[in-house]
């Protein structure tokens, strides 16, 4: 009869807490919904993506973090680290919408600054660049994705609708409605569009690439003018 009662009473409790989650990161589910061709339902994005439960988990750290409970927000950080193997370091400000997809690998630092409806993939660094105090980690502007494995360092500003390829290292400022490709990060625009609509990633630019079939094009149209004369 107690055994009973205690299952029920942590039924209970389960169901609290699931549909407490599903009000207040409802945005968040939606998200993973709406980015991940893979999410089957509102339940299982809720019970089993590990980038959400990351997410929950950094909402509780830095709320510790505000009133400067240092130890216990780090260590839910390191807990969170452990279960989903994704490091959000309980400083860290992250917007609304924000989805992790396959986050293993993914840090975080202290002074990171996130906007809303960001997506990144596994293995993203947006780390610092030294030791100093201060802002030393970047700020990602809305509606902004980061491939997988892409490191962004320093405390730089990624604008807003940008998109960082895949093991991009990224160094300085990223204007907004851009994308960047390479070592060290390459700008180049995306005709002025969003690229993350239907998380295109075959269609990206490399303005390295483009140089290059710039001067083919132009080679061939000498020869050309040359044969012809």
Known sequence: MITTKILGTLFIFFILKISL???FF????KAARSKDPAAKSFLEVLLLYQ????????????????????IFARYISQVARFWTGIEIHPGAQ????????HGMGIVIGETAIIGDNVLLYQGVTLGGTGIEKGKRHPTIGNNVVIGAGAKVLGNINVGDNSYIGANAVVI???PANSTVVGVPGR???QDGKKIDVSLDHIHIL?????????LEKRIEKLEKSEFSS
Do not use: W
């Open 206 to 214: 490399d303005p390295i690439m483009q140089s290059i079939d710039e």
């Open 187 to 189: 700008i180049t625009k």
């Open 51 to 70: 980038g959400l439960h990351a997410l929950i988990m950094h909402r509780v750290a830095h709320s510790f973090y505000k009133i400067r409970l240092f």
């Open 94 to 101: 992250i917007g609304e919408g924000f989805f992790i997809d």
């Open 172 to 174: 300085k400022d990223v």
């Open 26 to 29: 409802n945005k968040e589910i």
């Open 21 to 23: 989650i599903a009000i």
